[in-house]
């Protein structure tokens, strides 16, 4: 009797199944090859991804040798080319470099370049305050001290990568304007911040020393 009982619940829980398979089971084949063309298409996005990477970085590679042989304008044309069609670590990249290779024969042009990468919030802090840095680098011997101040002076806080560069360039600026008690303000900073590497500290002591000796300051 109880072999009969369950001959029936099963028939029933095969009779279910089949309504349940003919309501929805075109949504359930549906489902699963929306799955597997979703997983399709994220392994070849990948694919992608990994072969655009590695194009860029030949490219970027290749424009490197350039810049290395002196040939300024062809590398600083292939950067320009990775800035705007490579994968977006190396066009952060290729942006300094092209802003590097203008510097031999267009100073006002590299800076302009530093520029626009110091205000692109894109690339990321540490990446803009290095393109400031880079600026000031260039600047420093034309632009007078005034000018050079608000563009550095944000990133002299202990809490900016570039801190200790930026600090010594303001305190070089100062003194070529003869500003010495600006000069000995960043000096001082220089010298009294634990974490200034050897080579800024010493160009601050020399430059301390300066002032002292020619009674300034």
Request: proline share 3%; aromatic share 8%; glycine share 6%.
């Given at each position: 009797?109880?072999?009969?009982?369950?001959?029936?619940?099963?028939?029933?829980?095969?009779?279910?199944?089949?309504?349940?398979?003919?309501?929805?089971?075109?949504?359930?084949?549906?489902?699963?090859?929306?799955?597997?063309?979703?997983?399709?298409?994220?392994?070849?996005?990948?694919?992608?991804?990994?072969?655009?990477?590695?194009?860029?970085?030949?490219?970027?590679?290749?424009?490197?040798?350039?810049?290395?042989?002196?040939?300024?304008?062809?590398?600083?044309?292939?950067?320009?080319?990775?800035?705007?069609d490579g994968t977006?670590?190396?066009?952060?990249?290729?942006?300094?470099?092209?802003?590097?290779?203008?510097?031999p024969t267009d100073?006002?042009?590299?800076?302009?370049?530093?520029?626009?990468?110091?205000?692109?919030?894109?690339?990321?802090?540490?990446?803009?305050?290095?393109?400031?840095?880079?600026?000031?680098?260039?600047?420093?011997?034309?632009?007078?001290?005034?000018?050079?101040?608000?563009?550095?002076?944000?990133?002299?806080?202990?809490?900016?990568?570039?801190?200790?560069?930026?600090?010594?360039?303001?305190?070089?600026?100062?003194?070529?304007?003869?500003?010495?008690?600006?000069?000995?303000?960043?000096?001082?900073?220089?010298?009294?911040?634990?974490?200034?590497?050897s080579g800024t500290?010493?160009?601050?002591?020399?430059?301390?020393?300066?002032?002292?000796?020619?009674?300034?300051?």
């Amino acid at each position: 009797m109880a072999d009969i009982f369950q001959e029936v619940d099963e028939e029933v829980r095969r009779e279910q199944l089949k309504k349940l398979w003919d309501r929805f089971g075109n949504l359930l084949i549906a489902a699963c090859v929306l799955i597997v063309a979703g997983v399709a298409s994220w392994q070849g996005y990948n694919y992608w991804q990994a072969k655009k990477a590695g194009e860029t970085g030949a490219a970027f590679e290749q424009a490197a040798v350039l810049a290395e042989a002196g040939k300024h304008k062809e590398a600083e044309a292939a950067f320009a080319r990775i800035a705007t069609d490579g994968t977006a670590g190396y066009r952060v990249l290729a942006r300094l470099r092209e802003a590097a290779e203008l510097a031999p024969t267009d100073k006002a042009a590299a800076i302009n370049a530093y520029d626009a990468l110091a205000a692109d919030k894109s690339v990321g802090q540490p990446m803009q305050d290095l393109a400031a840095v880079r600026a000031g680098y260039l600047a420093v011997d034309t632009v007078p001290y005034s000018q050079l101040l608000p563009r550095l002076e944000p990133l002299t806080g202990s809490d900016r990568t570039f801190r200790h560069s930026a600090r010594e360039l303001l305190a070089l600026s100062a003194w070529k304007a003869g500003d010495t008690t600006a000069a000995r303000k960043w000096t001082d900073m220089i010298m009294a911040d634990p974490a200034t590497p050897s080579g800024t500290r010493s160009r601050a002591e020399v430059l301390s020393e300066l002032i002292a000796a020619n009674g300034k300051g």
